[in-house]
């Protein structure tokens, strides 16, 4: 272990949230676009396409959460066996994950995300092309998921469902929605949520 004062992850919360939610913000305007762009050689349905990436995201989040859960049971494990304070179990185990994020395998989460992409009845893909080629935005949105729950309370997406009532609080309308309609027909990105207070709008498409 790296010698580092107690409650070192609590004391630098603030400032990891925010530069975690200012990524979300940049992959959302980069990486997001990339993978669109993308896609858009292999598929001509543009709805098909920002499902695809939709879909990328909130397995992504699911992938990365379950690697986060298992990688702090097995954190805990080890550190309770010389555990004495001043600070508590948990807080070391907070610290030790903050400051050793480089051992996630966020290659597992990857394989898992395009495991799970590919068994999705909502989405298709040309079947010579694979979803390996959006692996870039994958692996970025799971290192930023994991990242997400070293925070206290952490960060998460918000679960979203074709035909739900748009909700103004918590999505953008995309430009090529029908304003007047009520309900989402798809989501182009997910809401950011902090326990149910959303931290940074998503995008979705409203149709008649």
């Keep these: 272990l790296r010698s580092c004062s107690p409650g070192q992850a609590r004391r630098t919360n603030a400032s990891r949230?925010?530069?975690?939610?200012?990524?979300?913000?940049?992959?959302?305007?980069?990486?997001?676009?990339?993978?669109?762009?993308?896609?858009?050689?292999?598929?001509?349905?543009?709805?098909?396409?920002?499902?695809?990436?939709y879909i990328a995201a909130v397995e992504s989040f699911h992938a990365a959460k379950m690697a986060y859960r298992q990688f702090k049971i097995?954190?805990?494990?080890?550190?309770?066996?010389?555990?004495?304070?001043?600070?508590?179990?948990?807080?070391?185990v907070l610290d030790y994950i903050v400051r050793?994020?480089?051992?996630?395998?966020?290659?597992?989460?990857?394989?898992?995300?395009?495991?799970?992409?590919?068994?999705?009845?909502?989405?298709?893909?040309?079947?010579?092309?694979?979803?390996?080629?959006?692996?870039?935005?994958?692996?970025?949105?799971?290192?930023?998921?994991?990242?997400?729950?070293?925070?206290?309370p952490p960060l998460d997406i918000a679960f979203g469902t074709d035909g739900e009532l748009f909700s103004e609080t918590k999505y953008h309308h995309s430009?090529?929605?029908?304003f007047t309609a009520a309900l989402v027909a798809y989501h182009v990105w997910p809401a950011l949520m902090e326990n149910d207070v959303v931290v940074v709008k998503g995008e979705a498409v409203t149709k008649r």
Excluded: W
């Design 17 to 53: 949230r925010a530069c975690l939610v200012a990524r979300f913000g940049d992959i959302y305007a980069q990486e997001r676009l990339d993978a669109e762009t993308l896609l858009r050689t292999y598929i001509s349905d543009m709805e098909m396409v920002q499902r695809i990436i």
């Design 74 to 92: 097995r954190v805990r494990e080890t550190l309770s066996l010389g555990h004495s304070g001043p600070e508590s179990l948990e807080d070391t």
């Design 100 to 152: 050793h994020e480089d051992l996630y395998d966020v290659q597992a989460s990857v394989n898992e995300v395009i495991r799970s992409m590919n068994i999705n009845p909502k989405i298709s893909f040309p079947p010579e092309i694979d979803f390996i080629v959006i692996s870039t935005l994958i692996r970025e949105l799971c290192r930023l998921a994991f990242s997400m729950q070293t925070l206290v």
């Design 175 to 178: 430009f090529d929605s029908d």
